[in-house]
């Protein structure tokens, strides 16, 4: 096959299927699918510290952290980091994904098993691709399903379980306490991955603080601070152990440039807001079970756990592009979320709540979704 036919016919399946992609500048809307939870994104507080301190610092990094490229910001996020997150040590990523892609692939041999969650993230199942691990898929939360597996499932090596703390799409909260449970009883290490949960639960420390426990020497905190951080890159909390062996081994951090010292200035002053500050999280929380609550009243089928992320399930990808089609012309950006980021037949509205969304604008939402259901 020539390459052009190649890549016609696929984005001709792609659009017959309702699945075709496109990016689009988003303006003069209302933004309901942004991860900036706590509103950090345009924060006026950190653009005044950022111009005020900007002649110290480079534009860019110039290397990798292990070349010439590790700054005193970065070492500076990184403590910020693990006082935060309560752990030894932190090391900074260049971003969530290839925190994931390099941690899984680097901490894992072929004597290993992953147990992942069926619904974790994209970036945890292509680390997993890339490890020689095997791999054992459980049921979604699904903790006799996930325990049965351990059981049965034998290794010389080391066994791993890794979830998502906060699900990217569903918004659910992974059961920790049950997870670290059974971590403890098959001597299995727990990774989870906090890029939706940094900043909204366990008062913005994320999943595990959200259960009350305290992090130990078998678990992995990964994180990212492009949502609700509002800033860009990822971090990894552990031991000091943990941290030193990734130094040394994970891929994603040696054999790529440094994040820019501006980017971790920005991470750095919007933590210290996301710490200080925590009636953001408080009303999001309040808002979105308001938002879920009366989208549930209107007949919509409505997937809310209390946290920030709210499905509303259209089912074919079709419906959830003429729900976001509509939306657009009443002033609301709402992305249609279909297959592979779903499973087939869970397209959806994937809604979520910002600090900067007011009551109003959620209320003109609501009204907005009124029209929609009388309309189709
Ligand atoms: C659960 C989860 N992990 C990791 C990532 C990747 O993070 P980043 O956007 O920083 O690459 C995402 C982002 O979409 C995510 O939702």
């Known amino acids: 096959m020539k390459f052009v036919n190649f890549l016609q016919k696929n984005l001709e399946i792609f659009e017959k299927k309702h699945l075709y992609r496109r990016r689009k500048v988003i303006k003069n809307l209302i933004d309901f699918s942004s991860n900036d939870y706590l509103g950090l994104k345009n924060n006026e507080k950190t653009k005044k510290s950022l111009c005020e301190n900007i002649k110290n610092l480079s534009l860019g990094s110039g290397a990798s952290t292990h070349i010439s490229g590790y700054t005193e910001v970065q070492e500076n996020l990184e403590k910020f980091l693990s006082e935060f997150k309560e752990t030894e040590s932190c090391i900074v990523i260049g971003s969530g994904y290839m925190a994931n892609v390099g941690l899984i692939s680097a901490l894992t041999t072929e004597k290993d098993i992953i147990f ?39 290794t010389e090596g080391i066994k791993y379980i890794v979830t998502d703390g906060i699900f990217s799409m569903e918004g659910d909260i992974a059961p920790i306490n049950h997870l670290y449970e059974l971590a403890e009883r098959y001597d299995a290490v727990l990774i989870i991955d906090d890029a939706h949960a940094t900043g909204v639960i366990g008062e913005g420390k994320g999943s595990l603080f959200h259960f009350g426990l305290k992090p130990s020497d078998r678990i ?10 509002g800033s860009y890159g990822a971090y990894i909390c552990g031991s000091r152990l943990l941290i030193e062996y990734l130094v040394n081994k994970m891929r994603t951090a040696i054999f790529t440039t440094a994040l820019s010292p501006v980017q971790n200035f920005i991470s750095l002053e919007n933590l210290k807001i996301l710490v200080n500050e925590p009636h953001r999280r408080e009303y999001i929380i309040k808002l979105s079970k308001y938002l879920a609550e009366n989208l549930k009243s209107l007949g919509f089928d409505i997937k809310y756990y209390g946290t920030p992320i709210i499905s509303l399930i259209t089912k ?49 939402l ?7 259901k009388g309309s189709l």
Do not use: W
């Open 220 to 229: 992995i905190q990964m994180g990212t601070l492009s949502k609700a951080v």
């Open 316 to 364: 074919t990808p079709e419906k959830a592009l003429k729900y976001t089609s509509i939306l657009k012309q009443k002033g609301f950006f709402i992305q249609a979320i279909r297959p592979p980021t779903v499973p087939e037949g869970e397209s959806r509205l994937r809604i979520t709540v910002s600090y900067n969304h007011s009551k109003i604008d959620v209320d003109n």
């Open 116 to 154: 992942s969650d069926e619904l974790n993230h994209a970036s945890i199942i292509d680390g997993i691709r890339l490890s020689k691990a095997k791999k054992v898929i459980y049921k979604h939360c699904d903790m006799n399903d996930l325990e049965n597996k351990l059981k049965n499932t034998h």
């Open 366 to 372: 609501l009204t907005a979704f009124n029209d929609i």
